[in-house]
């Protein structure tokens, strides 16, 4: 397994950016575990799924806050999704660069299904800025033209942010109708470098991870590794990679939906 150090040696840009993705479970198996492998990671900025503040169930911790405090994240921002238990249920980001401009925006589901969003703000890294966008898509099998749906609601969101980052929990295989949308306009990372096995949800002692986790990113923005990190603080893995960000000289227009 590539470690932390040696993930990103082959990065072109002088100040590599390394991205995360974790489904938390609503630290279900205990915050230390989650932790010690956000620390293990050493990630720049982190989209957590599944995240819980001041709900009953979670002793009324907000847990954005509480990793990010633990973790030794400078800045991070919730996204709720919705109200749960006295408390809210949503998305997060966790960065070691400042975050600005953050913005929710609603995605498509039918009256009864669980709300989902996509939540971003614009990274300011050393060689540039970048949008940062997560997002969990909603579940179960049947529902692949409602995950279809709220792709290209997120493209439309997303049409003119480049360079961006799309980090979360798709509940989707990459041979669906949602994958094949995105990733027309969009890279994905761990296809581009990765190396290992991409699975990233276990479905059990006897069956393979599935890859339902993603970390897309627009064209100019340069994958240099990608990477499963498994663990067992979760019900999913930890998917990590290292990019390079153009530099303002560098940009291009937004990402052109809709067209080629």
């Given at each position: 397994m590539t470690s932390p150090s040696t993930l990103g040696e082959q990065a072109p840009s002088s100040r590599p950016l390394r991205l995360a993705s974790w489904n938390l479970q609503?630290?279900?198996?205990g915050l230390p575990g989650i932790v010690s492998r956000l620390k293990s990671v050493a990630a720049d900025v982190v989209a957590l799924q599944e995240v819980d503040r001041c709900t009953g169930r979670s002793s009324?911790?907000?847990?954005?806050?509480?990793?990010?405090?633990?973790?030794?994240?400078?800045?991070?921002?919730?996204?709720p999704a919705l109200e749960r238990d006295g408390g809210e249920?949503?998305?997060?980001?966790?960065?070691?660069?400042?975050?600005?401009?953050?913005?929710?925006?609603?995605?498509p589901v039918p009256e009864g299904v669980e709300p989902r969003v996509l939540g971003r703000a614009r990274l300011a890294h050393p060689d540039g800025e970048v949008?940062?966008?997560?997002?969990?898509?909603?579940?179960?099998i049947g529902r692949s033209g409602l995950r279809l749906g709220q792709a290209r609601r997120i493209l439309g969101l997303l049409a003119d942010a480049s360079p961006c980052v799309l980090l979360g929990d798709f509940n989707d295989v990459s041979l669906s109708p949602m994958y094949r949308e995105l990733t027309s306009?969009?890279?994905?990372?761990?296809?581009?470098?990765?190396?290992?096995?991409?699975?990233?949800?276990?479905?059990?002692r006897?069956?393979?991870?599935?890859?339902?986790?993603?970390?897309?990113?627009?064209?100019?923005?340069v994958p240099a590794a990608a990477r499963v990190e498994r663990t067992d603080a979760s019900d999913h893995h930890l998917l990590v990679a290292e990019v390079s960000v153009p530099g303002s000289g560098d940009r291009r227009a937004g990402l052109r939906v809709g067209g080629a």
């Open positions: 609503s630290c279900r198996r009324g911790l907000d847990q954005a806050a509480l990793l990010a405090r633990e973790a030794g994240f400078a800045h991070h921002q919730f996204f249920y949503g998305l997060a980001l966790l960065s070691r660069f400042p975050l600005a401009a953050p913005r929710q925006d609603r995605l949008t940062v966008a997560v997002t969990h898509l909603s579940h179960r306009k969009l890279v994905d990372l761990f296809r581009a470098a990765g190396k290992g096995r991409g699975g990233t949800h276990p479905l059990g006897l069956l393979p991870a599935v890859r339902i986790d993603y970390l897309f990113a627009s064209p100019e923005v």
